[in-house]
């Protein structure tokens, strides 16, 4: 059973705009979040993280937003970019070392 | 230069002829992990490693095998491939599974006919 999940399959948005992704995950015990950005043909690249003993994390044009009590992150990108466009993966870690990803977003960052 | 190879990078073979994609790391990683990622699935992790000689199953494990006799390698086999693991195969290292450390491979498209 997805224990995170990526309800929107794409994401279309104008260049120099706000993108917001978002993520949702069933397992209280997840701690640490992170984004993962996707090009065709390459590996996954780390984007951001959080913890879950934060609600916010910031590292330039991207910010994290995680709200505990929804079990609810999400990405911003802003402004956005071409460059931008890729497929976003949010993932979640328990207490253990396992990965688990949701599905991915494919956003488009149009000029 | 810092990275995570796969071989073969792609690779067309039929069910039930045993397989092995490599991995290999040269940032002296502790962890390494094995994904695969299919069309409306996602990444679903198969195995990971937290150090030599220590691996555990991850979320879908069944039909292969790894093993981690050596930190900076890290295969991946399946001994009787089956069509339904055609994939895309990423494989990944970190100093720890947390954090941004994580490096992915640029993965291995495997088609099982």
């Known amino acids: 059973d997805q224990q995170v999940k990526q309800n929107s399959p794409s994401l279309s948005v104008q260049e120099g705009r706000i993108s917001i992704l978002n993520c949702d995950y069933t397992?209280?015990?997840?701690?640490?979040f992170l984004w993962y950005k996707k090009y065709p043909a390459e590996g996954p690249t780390f984007l951001i993280s959080?913890?879950?003993?934060?609600d916010k994390n910031e590292d330039g044009r991207f910010t994290v937003f995680l709200n505990k009590s929804a079990k609810h992150l999400s990405l911003h990108i802003v402004p956005s970019q071409p460059g931008d466009s890729a497929v976003y993966f949010c993932?979640?870690?328990?207490?253990?070392?396992?990965?688990?990803f949701g599905k991915g977003t494919s956003l488009l960052v149009t000029p | 230069e810092a990275q995570v190879t796969q071989n073969p990078r792609y690779l067309i073979t039929v069910t039930g002829k045993k397989l092995t994609v490599t991995c290999s790391q040269n940032?002296?990683?502790?962890?390494m992990s094995w994904y695969r990622q299919d069309p409306g699935l996602g990444l679903r992790q198969i195995y990971y490693?937290?150090?030599?000689?220590?691996?555990d199953k991850g979320d879908v494990p069944e039909g292969y095998k790894v093993s981690r006799k050596e930190k900076r390698n890290f295969p991946l086999i399946l001994e009787s491939p089956s069509p339904n693991q055609t994939s895309l195969y990423f494989c990944?290292?970190?100093?720890?599974?947390?954090?941004?450390?994580?490096?992915f491979g640029p993965g291995t498209r495997l088609l099982v006919l």
């Open positions: 993932a979640a870690l328990n207490s253990g070392y396992a990965l688990n």
């Open positions: 490693s937290m150090n030599v000689e220590v691996t």
């Open positions: 397992n209280s015990m997840f701690d640490y």
């Open positions: 940032m002296n990683h502790e962890y």
């Open positions: 959080i913890s879950s003993i934060k």
């Open positions: 990944a290292s970190g100093w720890e599974a947390r954090g941004e450390t994580q490096y």
